[in-house]
């Protein structure tokens, strides 16, 4: 893969990096959202993005395939904020926060109800 091409997937809402998940599980109330832990833990467990040739960052820079749904984006959302709210840190935020984990998280959700929207009108059409 080249870098061009490299950089546009990463900079799409639903890749995110090793890091990035692996900060969010530490964050999120797992007894309260199963279903949530197990999607991110399966993101984790997955193939990550092919890298350039060239890529010499370390394994917390792969980046991975966040396909959660529409109502999991919200329910991860809503525990970063609540993280965020409660000032819960993992060691690797205590010093930068949670506002770009926030922002991701937003911007994910956003993603997925333009996805949403877009499937409810193809599905509309279809069937009119």
């Not at 809402?13 to 964050?27: E, F, G, K, R, T």
């Not at 966040?66 to 205590?94: D, F, V, W, Y």
Request: hydrophobic share 40%; proline share 5%; net charge negative.
């Amino acid at each position: 893969m080249d870098w061009s091409e490299y950089k546009k997937l990463c900079d799409q809402p639903d890749y995110w990096s090793h890091w990035m998940l692996s900060q969010c599980l530490q964050l999120i109330a797992h007894p309260e959202s199963p279903d949530l832990v197990a999607a991110m833990q399966q993101a984790l467990a997955s193939q990550p993005l092919d890298r350039p040739n060239d890529h010499k960052g370390p394994q917390s820079t792969f980046m991975y395939h966040l396909p959660l749904s529409l109502a999991l984006s919200e329910r991860l959302l809503t525990q970063i904020q609540h993280a965020q709210n409660g000032n819960k840190t993992t060691a690797a935020t205590q010093a930068r926060g949670l506002g770009g984990f926030v922002a991701a998280c937003q911007e994910l959700v956003q993603f997925r109800q333009v996805e949403a929207a877009a499937n409810t009108r193809a599905e509309t059409t279809t069937h009119a």
